[in-house]
């Protein structure tokens, strides 16, 4: 590997990370076709901005005349009645008093009708709220420790609720702390009342069980030589390489999902001012240089610390790679002792990883997860075990 195809890949690499880079900070926003009722009931068209921070979309609502997003206005729930964006996302506004809160807020529709049910959400908690017309909003917060079943204050609130209609009541004393159980009870009780207003359905915007992007970033590799080589056992020192591919999370229960990944990984270390048993031969400062080029297949189990929107998490797994180019170098001022070689080493390298990150939501379809973490790997080389590699990682992905 000379250094022409160095500078080739370095430069590649740090073009497609600036691009992707590009891509997220591009898309941490993102103008969607919607509207906004104002107070004195007038109705702008355009597109309304899906924030990335999700919980100020119950503070403000930014709107344009145009996608890109040019000149918009930014309205406070106190001017605006309700606003709307596709694919399904109605906010209106109301009086709350709730959690160390009061005041106007956007509320997000899941059921609109006889009987409206909506969802407020903040850093500390969230809460549904069940409306009828004439009558107090009704508060059922959601238990972080067991979504599954409500709490008996919530079930009495609903009973209440929904009073009128026993075949309705009878579901309360099962009936899920979640979204989707929510509004199927609420929309069976405005089918009970026989209510001739229309009912709206808004999707609550669920968590997705499957993203797909794009991973890069750096890696800082020490490796260890085993192989019947002269360099055998030397101290190399660290080199920095990079690491390209895409990546897929899986999610499954409430705080895990698996990563998988396939990238382009570029490891390399040096060796400077090796003594030799010849002292006429005088050895530039970079005496030996090694590079590896694999592509890897890491596998692991995420673990979310935390259940908001900004997820930190831990993980670790298995990492697997096969070898698609090495290069060992060795320079001398001497032209003919310096020369290219190989390692005769399995294609096939093995081991583990570890380490933790954040996942930040760029937007309602997607998030920028930055990792940090440690992998160790090895591969064989005949009879011997070949070289040893412990890496330091550290990766952005964007995932959609």
């Given at each position: 590997?000379?250094?022409?195809?160095?500078?080739?890949?370095?430069?590649?690499?740090?073009?497609?990370?600036?691009?992707?880079?590009?891509t997220l900070l591009a898309q941490s926003n993102l103008f969607e076709r919607g509207y906004v009722i104002l107070n004195n009931r007038d109705t702008l068209l355009g597109f309304v901005k899906d924030l990335a921070v999700r919980t100020d979309l119950y503070l403000s609502v930014t709107f344009s005349d145009n996608q890109a997003g040019t000149n918009p206005v930014i309205y406070s729930p106190y001017e605006v009645i309700e606003y709307y964006y596709e694919p399904g996302l109605c906010f209106i506004n109301r009086?709350?008093?709730?959690?160390?809160?009061?005041?106007?807020?956007?509320?997000?529709?899941?059921?609109?009708?006889?009987?409206?049910?909506?969802?407020?959400?903040?850093?500390?908690?969230s809460v549904y709220l069940l409306e009828k017309a004439g009558e107090p909003l009704q508060y059922l917060e959601e238990q972080p420790d067991d979504p599954r079943l409500m709490d008996q204050p919530s079930v009495e609130k609903m009973r209440d609720f929904v009073s009128g209609c026993p075949e309705v009541m009878e579901k309360v004393n099962t009936l899920s702390n979640q979204s989707k159980d929510l509004i199927r009870l609420i929309r069976q009780y405005n089918r009970c009342t026989r209510a001739d207003q229309e009912i709206v359905l808004y999707k609550p915007g669920k968590e997705k069980s499957f993203r797909v992007g794009v991973?890069?970033?750096?890696?800082?590799?020490?490796?260890?030589?085993?192989?019947?080589?002269?360099?055998?056992?030397?101290?190399?020192?660290?080199?920095?390489?990079?690491?390209?591919?895409?990546?897929?999370?899986?999610?499954?229960?409430?705080?895990?999902?698996?990563?998988?990944?396939?990238?382009?990984?570029?490891?390399?270390?040096?060796?400077?001012?090796?003594?030799?048993?010849?002292?006429?031969?005088?050895?530039?400062?970079?005496?030996?240089?090694?590079?590896?080029?694999?592509?890897?297949?890491?596998?692991?189990?995420?673990?979310?610390?935390?259940?908001?929107?900004?997820?930190?998490?831990?993980e670790g797994g298995i990492w697997f790679g096969v070898?698609?180019?090495?290069?060992?170098?060795?320079?001398?001022?001497?032209?003919?002792?310096s020369t290219t070689y190989t390692l005769d080493i399995n294609r096939l390298k093995q081991g583990y990883t570890g380490g933790f990150g954040i996942a930040i939501p760029s937007s309602r379809r997607s998030e920028i997860s930055f990792e940090i973490g440690y992998i160790y790997q090895k591969a064989a080389a005949g009879s011997s075990d070949g070289f040893t590699m412990n890496n330091v990682f550290l990766q952005m992905s964007y995932l959609f």
């Open positions: 590997m000379n250094g022409k195809n160095r500078l080739t890949k370095t430069i590649s690499f740090t073009l497609l990370f600036a691009l992707a880079t590009g009086e709350i008093d709730w959690n160390n809160e009061s005041g106007k807020r956007f509320l997000q529709c899941l059921v609109k009708g006889y009987a409206s049910l909506h969802y407020y959400e903040t850093v500390e908690g991973t890069a970033g750096l890696n800082l590799s020490y490796l260890k030589i085993h192989a019947d080589i002269p360099y055998r056992n030397v101290n190399l020192k660290p080199g920095m390489g990079f690491n390209l591919g895409v990546g897929f999370d899986f999610y499954f229960l409430k705080r895990f999902s698996v990563s998988v990944k396939t990238m382009l990984v570029s490891s390399n270390a040096s060796l400077w001012d090796y003594p030799v048993d010849d002292p006429d031969t005088t050895f530039r400062e970079d005496d030996v240089l090694f590079n590896f080029l694999y592509i890897d297949f890491p596998v692991a189990l995420k673990v979310n610390l935390t259940s908001g929107r900004l997820k930190a998490f831990v070898l698609i180019e090495q290069d060992i170098a060795s320079q001398s001022t001497f032209p003919e002792r």
